[in-house]
């Protein structure tokens, strides 16, 4: 084993040569991503704010790193992501500090915070090993995750879809979405920034005049299994999810081209405290361990450099999501004045 | 005598404390922006159409179950009440969890039986939901209005002709109407201050928004909304305090013998409400238990839970007993005791927003058990008073008069004589506080320390994520909960409630 193993890299390194220097140093890379093995035991109290659980399996990463590390107390509180970045704020405001960490699952969400300036700075080397265009200096990308359409493959098929979102607008398809999810907020500040404001407000009401509101996009997702509604709007693994639970599921997932329906957005984490706790804390994060096992099992896409995609999902290079600074998508404020405006809310 | 009682003192800073929230939110919404726009009309028509039809589905279940159990010989009459009395042990919101997960395609009913079922939500599914859990407060007042009725009226109608529908249209329900709308009022302030029922069902209620704006920290929005809301909360509440007992002579009651045919018929009528209302709840509970197992759950939360109710039973019986002692002793006491039953008025999730906002200018209290603790008191401090006030009232003043005149001192007094025999009274009201604070779950959502999960909370984590088969073994204890409530209310002071006839309510 150990020696094929061997022979295998000894061919890469022989390869190296001949690839594009992009690959290469991708390839490269793969070093980067580290083992639990390598890292130092967590030890003391440590509160996380988690942004929603994602059903269990943050969770279980997040049982993982404790049994690993008996002598640490980690004290969690959950919420919606959008709810706990308002609590921090509100908190500093108060003058009442009570997170060490903050792990949203929404870099929107995070942008809030490190412009309020209360995010401290990684180190540089943890920083590293984050995919290049995911490396920030006050917080960490842990997950990635893409906008999708899902759709009911009984009711639609993919050449009915329109490939962009704004055409969905006037369409006669009924939509499933959720509005009060965080996701679908970073998506609509995307839209906002992408399209401006009036083109925004146009698309949610005419949007909504045929669209069935779910409280979330896994909801959302099983209201387009069930034919509740043609398609649907949400993040990629939620279809994934759906369909290794059921093979026969009548869903597929559609993209729309370079617009905001196919925004990549990433779950990340970042250090309120001082201290080299929380740092350690987000170095297991993204160890090799956590982040495989969040894309095999949540079908969350790596976020640390020489991890591939999961299974079911088109390459990212063969789709086209716009060019979003995901620290823009903080401007929540006017996102959610705009959909209480319209109504959607 | 210009001497205040000794209670009053206490009385009083407890009932200043009960008004804190309301303070709290005036302060809040002050900077609200928004007063009223289109958005917060619909809200408001979405609350008042749920309000109406709750009422009007608890009276239409709640009336002939009423005739049911008070006119017609039943076999084991007892057991027909307490079952058809028991959702109102149950938080609708296990309810409504249940029925959302059962229904609709590829809901758990088409799982297990293959039936089709249309989807249950938005306005009609929370109204049936809250009708299914409020229409034993239409029954149980209509009944005791149904008993305290002399028959002769209706004996006179028969014996000239009238039909018995006719006669029970006629004669009987006009004479309980006051009964009726005390028993929907309660409905529709049970569906007003409800926030698990309209968020489960997707309705955009006043408290569904609440929450809404809450997560996206607007709290000057969610106080300006939980004011609105509490402007109807008050608008309920003055009708109920209008509605007058009946002022009828007692006499024999009316009881009917119908065939056995006719009483089976009116009993399997009854079963559809039985059906949705207990048995299907437990079904899906249990189905999930067997499909999925006990995964995720940990007993901590059912610990959590009774160590957060236990301390709030304990706070608000030592808080009930001035109060009720106070209601006792005048008019202003009584006063009194009126303004700290406006905390049962405000719904959690309003107590929510307001100490969520005090928790942060007060950080000693953000975030601590003692705030949560504080949410409960001041919510349930009315059951608790309650039950301590009518022991107490049935207490002698003589033996306390007697006791002085032995030489005790008031302290003594109170404590060798008065404290003993109300006793059971505080023991009644504790309980009553602990199951309800058990179940609560807007306020342990909002207030909750970080960390700190719950039986409720944890099963609406659970419905948020999407993971239904992990409600299980949370869903099941509470109703276990429920259950070892409904026993309490049988065997403890509302035990006249559930009597037979009207001769046994002595």
């Not at chain 2, 402007?231 to 002022?247: A, D, N, P, Q």
């Not at chain 2, 039973?313 to 106070?326: M, Q, R, S």
């Amino acid at each position: 084993m150990q020696r094929r193993t061997f022979i295998q890299s000894l061919a890469a390194v022989g390869a190296l040569g001949f690839l594009p220097s992009g690959v290469s140093r991708a390839l490269a890379q793969e070093a980067q991503a580290l083992s639990v093995e390598q890292l130092p035991a967590l030890e003391g109290n440590l509160t996380l704010y988690l942004g929603r659980g994602e059903g269990g399996l943050y969770e279980n990463v997040l049982d993982a790193i404790r049994k690993r590390n008996p002598k640490l107390n980690l004290q969690i509180r959950r919420g919606a992501t959008a709810a706990l970045t308002n609590t921090i704020v509100a908190e500093a405001k108060a003058g009442v500090r009570r997170a060490d960490l903050f792990w949203a699952v929404d870099s929107g969400a995070i942008g809030l915070i490190t412009d309020e300036g209360l995010a401290r700075e990684l180190p540089t080397d943890l920083t590293a090993q984050l995919k290049t265009g995911f490396q920030y200096p006050r917080w960490t990308p842990v997950t990635g995750r893409i906008r999708t359409l899902p759709f009911n493959t009984e009711k639609l098929s993919k050449e009915q879809i329109p490939d962009s979102i704004m055409a969905l607008a006037d369409s006669k398809l009924s939509i499933g979405w959720a509005p009060a999810y965080a996701a679908f907020q970073s998506f609509v500040t995307a839209m906002r920034l992408l399209e401006g404001e009036k083109a925004t407000a146009d698309w949610l009401r005419g949007v909504s005049r045929h669209a069935k509101t779910y409280a979330g996009e896994l909801g959302v997702v099983m209201g387009v299994e069930r034919g509740e509604v043609d398609l649907g709007l949400a993040n990629h693994y939620y279809t994934l999810r759906l369909k290794s639970g059921k093979p026969d599921a009548r869903l597929d997932l559609a993209f729309t081209r370079n617009d905001a329906g196919c925004l990549v957005n990433a779950s990340g984490v970042l250090a309120l405290s001082e201290g080299d706790l929380p740092i350690n804390f987000i170095r297991y994060l993204l160890t090799k361990e956590v982040q495989s096992y969040l894309s095999s099992e949540a079908y969350e896409i790596p976020m640390v450099s020489g991890l591939s995609p999961p299974e079911g999902l088109p390459l990212l290079s063969s789709l086209s999501p716009p060019k979003v600074d995901l620290r823009q998508l903080a401007d929540l404020r006017p996102t959610l004045s705009l959909m209480r405006k319209v109504g959607v809310l | 005598m210009s001497r205040w009682p000794r209670s009053y003192l206490p009385a009083l800073l407890i009932a200043l404390l009960a008004l804190a929230p309301i303070g709290v939110l005036f302060a809040l919404a002050s900077d609200s922006l928004a007063l009223f726009d289109s958005h917060n009309l619909r809200v408001l028509t979405n609350t008042l159409l749920l309000l109406v039809l709750t009422m009007l589905g608890a009276t239409l279940i709640g009336v002939p179950l009423a005739l049911l159990t008070a006119y017609v010989q039943l076999p084991w009459p007892r057991l027909w009440l307490i079952l058809l009395a028991a959702p109102l042990a149950l938080p609708s919101y296990i309810g409504a969890f249940t029925l959302y997960a059962a229904f609709g395609p590829g809901g758990e009913i088409e799982n297990l039986l293959g039936l089709p079922t249309p989807t249950m939500d938005g306005l009609w599914g929370a109204a049936l939901v809250m009708s299914l859990y409020t229409y034993p407060f239409v029954m149980m007042t209509t009944r005791a209005s149904l008993l305290s009725l002399d028959a002769s009226l209706v004996n006179a109608a028969r014996t000239l002709g009238m039909s018995l529908i006719a006669c029970l249209w006629w004669v009987v329900l006009p004479r309980v109407f006051t009964g009726i709308a005390a028993g929907a009022l309660l409905a529709a302030l049970y569906a007003l201050s409800d926030f698990g029922t309209p968020a489960i069902m997707q309705l955009d209620t006043f408290t569904r928004v609440i929450f809404v704006e809450y997560n996206a920290f607007g709290l000057g929005q969610a106080a300006m909304l939980s004011l609105q809301l509490m402007v109807i909360v008050g608008l309920v509440l003055f009708m109920e305090s209008r509605v007058k007992g009946s002022t009828e002579r007692p006499g024999r009651q009316l009881t009917l013998w119908p065939a056995r045919w006719q009483t089976s018929l009116m009993l399997l009528s009854a079963m559809p409400v039985v059906l949705l209302a207990i048995v299907l709840p437990l079904t899906i509970f249990f189905a999930w238990l067997i499909r999925e197992g006990t995964g995720g759950f940990e007993w901590q939360f059912a610990w959590n839970s009774a160590h957060a109710s236990l301390l709030a039973a304990l706070v608000a019986v030592i808080l009930a007993v001035p109060v009720a002692l106070a209601a006792i002793a005048g008019p202003f006491g009584r006063l009194l005791e009126r303004i700290t039953y406006l905390g049962f008025g405000v719904p959690g999730i309003v107590m929510g927003t307001a100490l969520v906002y005090l928790g942060l200018q007060l950080p000693f209290l953000y975030q601590t058990l003692a705030l949560l603790v504080l949410a409960y008191v001041m919510r349930f401090l009315p059951l608790a008073v309650g039950t301590v006030r009518s022991t107490a009232e049935r207490l002698d003043p003589s033996m306390v008069k007697a006791a002085r005149l032995l030489g005790a001192s008031p302290a003594e007094a109170f404590r060798r004589i008065t404290l003993p025999l109300t006793m059971r009274g505080m023991v009644a009201g504790a309980a009553l506080v602990f199951l309800e604070a058990m179940r609560e779950l807007p306020a342990t959502l909002m207030l909750g320390p970080t960390g700190f999960e719950t039986l409720a909370t944890y099963l609406w984590r659970v419905y948020e994520a999407g993971y239904f088969g992990r409600a299980a073994v949370p869903g099941l204890l509470l109703i276990l909960i429920s259950a070892v409530g409904l026993a309490l209310m049988l065997s403890g002071e509302r035990r006249a409630e559930f009597a037979l006839t009207e001769d046994h309510r002595r």
